[in-house]
């Protein structure tokens, strides 16, 4: 099937249908072209099995959660994120956290099933968005395991299944603007199966790159949680380096992040990529966002609860695009801040 958006590396540069991204463009002297704003919306293919929790991610205004619905807003705002320059999303075959950083997950948001195989609710939105993001020329940086919902599989054999039934999905249907994401913050000890730890997370990213398809394979790499560094054979392994900013409270640690990462022995010329930040002083010249692209270094945003309460406490549900239900409107401040920067930046 023919496809709309071919994402390619070359170098430490994103390429988008033979040209770098943000083609020409420069903000504030640092050269802008071949980098990939981006932003964390993992909840975009969220939906709650377990009929136990499931209720208490309904929306204020029906009472019920609606998983199509949510999939379907976010889709509606799309093309406003393309116009203020986004292109790239962070997504997750297991989500992430519905409702702030949860020690418990009692919820079942897994887009496989115990075994292995893809859930045919969760591959129809999945195939949506996918798309969409092609129509648009935007990337799906697609993850496929969460720590806490890692253990929703038998083992480590149905693991290894799921890597295979989604990269093959992804192959299979053609997709061009995709990168794999193995799991969200490999070194979080709180993975349970072991080939998904960091000192053997490599050994899925060897085997979602040696599936191909007419000769096409997928990018693919793992992230770190925040300040975390990739070791040496998941580099060594991988077509980019995925970093996490979070709880980074100096921005110059950034660049520090970016500098060890281009020192580990086995890296060699690939995009470095912080695709989750918590991090939003956006009003002010030195930030988490300006450091990365000053080092040449793709920023992504994270949005966690903008108001207080938990999941289903709001009359008027403004969290972050973390939380469950998800307003995927541009409607807080932080948002604004966050769009308004990456529209100054792209140039859009």
Not at 14 to 24: E, K, V
Not at 128 to 157: C, N, S, T
Not at 207 to 220: E, K, S
Request: aromatic residues 10%.
């Amino acid at each position: 099937m023919a496809r709309g958006t071919t994402l390619e590396i070359h170098g430490e540069d994103f390429f988008i249908n033979r040209r770098p991204t943000y083609d020409g463009r420069t903000w504030r002297g640092h050269r802008i072209e071949g980098l990939l704003l981006n932003s964390r919306m993992v909840q975009a293919t969220f939906d709650d099995i377990n009929p136990d929790t499931r209720e208490r991610f309904a929306y204020p205004d029906t009472g019920a959660w609606d998983a199509d619905r949510n999939a379907r807003e976010f889709l509606e705002m799309l093309t406003d994120y393309r116009a203020h320059g986004l292109l790239g999303v962070t997504l997750n075959a297991q989500g992430g956290s519905p409702d702030g950083y949860s020690r418990n997950q009692p919820w079942i948001n897994s887009g496989f099933t115990a075994n292995g195989a893809l859930r045919p609710e969760f591959t129809a939105r999945l195939r949506r968005i996918l798309d969409r993001l092609d129509d648009l020329g935007m990337v799906a940086i697609l993850g496929l395991f969460y720590f806490g919902q890692d253990e929703k599989l038998y083992d480590e054999a149905a693991v290894k299944r799921a890597v295979d039934n989604a990269v093959g999905l992804i192959l299979d249907d053609g997709y061009t603007n995709v990168i794999i994401e193995i799991n969200n913050e490999c070194d979080v000890p709180r993975y349970e199966h072991e080939i998904l730890q960091p000192h053997r997370v490599h050994e899925l990213i060897e085997q979602a790159r040696a599936q191909t398809r007419d000769g096409r394979r997928l990018l693919v790499g793992t992230s770190y949680r925040g300040r975390g560094i990739p070791g040496e054979k998941v580099l060594a392994a991988s077509d980019v380096a995925l970093l996490h900013g979070n709880g980074v409270t100096d921005p110059e640690y950034i660049a520090e992040m970016v500098r060890m990462t281009r020192a580990v022995p086995s890296f060699r010329a690939m995009p470095i990529v912080f695709n989750e930040d918590d991090h939003f002083d956006f009003d002010q010249p030195r930030n988490n966002m300006a450091v990365a692209i000053e080092n040449h270094a793709s920023w992504g945003y994270f949005d966690p609860a903008s108001g207080a309460g938990g999941a289903g406490s709001r009359s008027d549900y403004i969290a972050g695009f973390q939380n469950v239900p998800v307003n995927w409107r541009i409607n807080t401040e932080r948002k604004r801040r966050f769009f308004d920067l990456t529209r100054e930046i792209a140039g859009a």
